[in-house]
C-alpha cells in the first residue's frame, strides 16, 4: 500500500465508509477504490480535489508525505503566514493563466483557509461575492489599509 492509499483507507474508515459507499460518491467502481487503496493504482490528479472534499481533509494531506490533517497541529512555516492574514482585507493578484476576473483589483476579506483552499468575500458592484480560491492560483497578496 503506497501513503496516498493508506491515507485514503484510514480516513474512509474513521469516516464510517465504505469502499462501494465511497466509490459511489466518486462515480467510479468499487475496485477503483481497492486499487487505490491497495497501491495498484493512482487517482487521477483531477480526482484528488474530490477525495479530499469527500473525506474532509487538504490535498496537501493526501499528496505530501509529511502533510498532517487541517486542525491536527499548529500550521508551520507558510501556513501561519497565511493564517495570520484570517479576518483582513487584502487585495490578491493571480497568475495570469489562473487569474479571477471576479475578484480583479477587488478587495476582499480572508474568511480562513482550508488546506490550500482560501475563503473570501467580496462586496463588488455586482453584490457580494463568496470563494474558496486554491492558494496556488495567488502570487501576491497585498493587505489594504482600513478606510481606503
Not at 508525505?65 to 484570517?86: C, F, H
Request: net charge negative; aromatic share 6%.
Amino acid at each position: 500500500m503506497n501513503k496516498l492509499g493508506i491515507k485514503i483507507a484510514e480516513k474512509r474508515k474513521s469516516l464510517g465508509m465504505t469502499q462501494i459507499e465511497f466509490a459511489e460518491k466518486m462515480h467510479v467502481t468499487r475496485q477503483t477504490v481497492s486499487r487505490w487503496e491497495a497501491g495498484t493504482a493512482m487517482p487521477d490528479i483531477d480526482k484528488i480535489g474530490e477525495i479530499a472534499e469527500i473525506l474532509g481533509v487538504s490535498c496537501d494531506y493526501l499528496l505530501k508525505d509529511e502533510a498532517i490533517e487541517t486542525g491536527s497541529a499548529q500550521p508551520k512555516g507558510i501556513g501561519r503566514l497565511l493564517k495570520s492574514l484570517t479576518g483582513k482585507t487584502v487585495q490578491l493578484a493571480f497568475f495570469d493563466e489562473e487569474a479571477d476576473a471576479d475578484l480583479f483589483n477587488t478587495a476582499c476579506r480572508i474568511m480562513d483557509f482550508e488546506g490550500s483552499w482560501m475563503h473570501v468575500i467580496a462586496d463588488t458592484k455586482k453584490g457580494r461575492i463568496e470563494k474558496l480560491i486554491p492558494v496556488s492560483s495567488v502570487l501576491s497578496i497585498e493587505i489594504v489599509k482600513e478606510g481606503n
